[in-house]
């Protein structure tokens, strides 16, 4: 529990736990906000193309391609064939067990940069170390 009534109406806070905008050991809940939408947002619009990487690779395990039932993917066309294919849902198919494993490892990520830089050089403003 991070406060307690103080009898009085007012909360009071026990040492060592989470404040307002801070997280445990000095991480900023910004820092990991804005982690977790950045990635998100860059992860689903770059997607597409993970999704006709992890297609190219996985082709030789296809049976329909292995049979010559279907032709195999080449890159060129992999846009332009996914899509008559499968519609436009087919180029993000997959997208969501993706986001869970990957935005949470890039938010924390992105958090723990931020907390170790501030406990490293805690005399940066911006970015910029300043000289005394």
Excluded at 14 to 41: E, F, I, K, R
Aim: hydrophobic share 45%.
């Amino acid at each position: 529990m991070a406060s307690e009534d103080a009898g009085d109406g007012t909360a009071a806070t026990s040492p060592g736990m989470a404040v307002g905008s801070q997280l445990a050991g000095g991480m900023s809940m910004a820092s990991l906000m804005a982690g977790l939408l950045t990635s998100a947002l860059y992860t689903s619009a770059t997607y597409p193309v993970h999704r006709v990487k992890v297609l190219l690779q996985t082709q030789d395990a296809n049976p329909a391609i292995l049979s010559g039932k279907v032709k195999r993917y080449a890159f060129a066309q992999s846009f332009s064939r996914l899509l008559k294919e499968q519609g436009p849902a087919g180029l993000w198919r997959g997208n969501t067990p993706y986001l869970l494993r990957h935005v949470p490892s890039v938010a924390l990520s992105f958090t723990f940069k931020d907390a170790l830089r501030d406990a490293l050089l805690p005399s940066t403003v911006g970015g910029l170390l300043f000289e005394g």
